[in-house]
């Protein structure tokens, strides 16, 4: 019976959008950021670390690793790692977080390594719903979510990358 009402809820819903001319979002490319905005990115997205180039693979595997990121790929020739990491938060009424971010790695001298990380972010939460509604997940996502999250990154990634293990 539940499905049923809630078949006709969607279909009803679904009727009324098109009726009205709700269309659906175009998927596109966001505009260019401006060279302010570009220079500020670099500054919180690029740290040198103390660490020859050499040594950042396969060591960046295990570091991303022991900081609870599953690695999607890794590309040592081209110095690329891909990541996420997703868990449960109870200080965010219970909500499911997204962390994902592409690491770029190249020689900064004999002695050091650039590292870039581009970072975005989501989240998902279960909204319960009252009387006869039935619950639902709002989510959303976040491109670039803070300097303080690139700092903890970049942090991490130099203390492992530095260790002596």
Same mark, same amino acid.
């Given at each position: *019976?539940?499905?049923l009402?809630?078949?006709k $809820? =969607?279909?009803?819903v679904?009727?009324?959008?098109? +009726?009205?001319?709700?269309?659906?979002?175009?998927?596109?490319?966001?505009?260019?950021?401006?060279?302010?905005?570009?220079?500020?990115?670099?500054?919180?997205?690029?740290?040198?670390?103390?660490?020859? *180039?050499?040594?950042? =693979?396969?060591? $960046?595997?295990d @570091?991303?690793?022991?900081?609870?990121?599953?690695?999607?790929?890794?590309?040592?020739? $081209?110095?690329?790692v891909? =990541?996420?990491?997703?868990?449960?938060? @109870?200080?965010?009424?219970?909500?499911?977080?997204?962390?994902?971010?592409?690491l770029? =790695?190249?020689?900064a001298?004999?002695?050091?390594?650039?590292?870039?990380? @581009?970072?975005?972010?989501?989240?998902? +939460?279960?909204?319960?719903?009252?009387?006869?509604?039935?619950?639902?997940?709002?989510?959303?996502v976040?491109?670039?979510?803070?300097?303080?999250?690139?700092?903890? @990154?970049l942090?991490?990634?130099?203390?492992?990358?530095?260790?002596?293990?």
């Open positions: *019976m539940d499905r009402l809630d078949t $809820i =969607f279909l009803g679904l009727v009324i959008s098109a +009726l009205s001319g709700c269309v659906a979002p175009e998927i596109r490319m966001a505009p260019p950021p401006t060279p302010q905005q570009v220079a500020l990115n670099h500054n919180v997205q690029v740290r040198a670390i103390a660490v020859p *180039m050499e040594r950042v =693979f396969p060591k $960046i595997l @570091v991303l690793m022991d900081n609870g990121f599953i690695v999607r790929s890794a590309n040592e020739k $081209i110095g690329f891909s =990541f996420y990491q997703q868990w449960h938060d @109870v200080s965010q009424s219970n909500a499911n977080i997204t962390l994902e971010g592409s770029l =790695f190249k020689s001298g004999p002695n050091s390594t650039e590292a870039r990380v @581009v970072l975005t972010g989501g989240w998902q +939460l279960l909204s319960i719903g009252g009387g006869n509604s039935s619950n639902s997940m709002v989510s959303g976040q491109q670039n979510p803070g300097a303080e999250q690139y700092t903890m @990154v942090d991490a990634i130099e203390r492992g990358l530095a260790s002596g293990k």
